[in-house]
């Protein structure tokens, strides 16, 4: 058995690459506090949202450090400075039953290539 970083937490994790263009990333709604942090390939943490700035859910488009931004979409263009990184979500589960909740709410993320336009 592996801990967990923080026992209150319920973590979930995603590694992007930027290759083939912008990543779609959202936090599915939480009724608690939660964050999203991306990372870049350096483990250099550069962005940051939480509950408290978004209400209940995140929609981020990211793309590299430099290119444009998709038209489409009502999502927060966010750039990475680097190609690859880790997007860390984390949600406040203090006990077994909210831990099984964030699990089953973990579903909803997306983290995912941005079709082609």
Do not use: K, Q
């Not at 690859?84 to 984390?90: C, K, Q, V, Y």
């Not at 831990?99 to 973990?106: D, I, K, S, T």
């Amino acid at each position: 058995s592996i801990p967990r970083p923080s026992p209150d937490f319920a973590y979930f994790a995603c590694a992007y690459d930027l290759a083939d263009g912008p990543v779609s990333l959202r936090v599915a709604p939480w009724p608690s506090y939660w964050s999203l942090s991306l990372y870049s390939a350096e483990s250099d943490n550069f962005f940051v949202v939480d509950d408290r700035e978004t209400n209940f859910d995140a929609r981020i488009t990211l793309i590299r450090a430099g290119a444009r931004a998709p038209e489409e979409g009502a999502t927060t263009v966010v750039e990475s400075p680097s190609r690859r990184g880790i997007a860390l979500i984390r949600r406040l589960a203090p006990d077994v039953a909210s831990h099984a909740a964030a699990v089953e709410a973990a579903r909803g993320d997306i983290c995912m290539p941005m079709a082609p336009a």
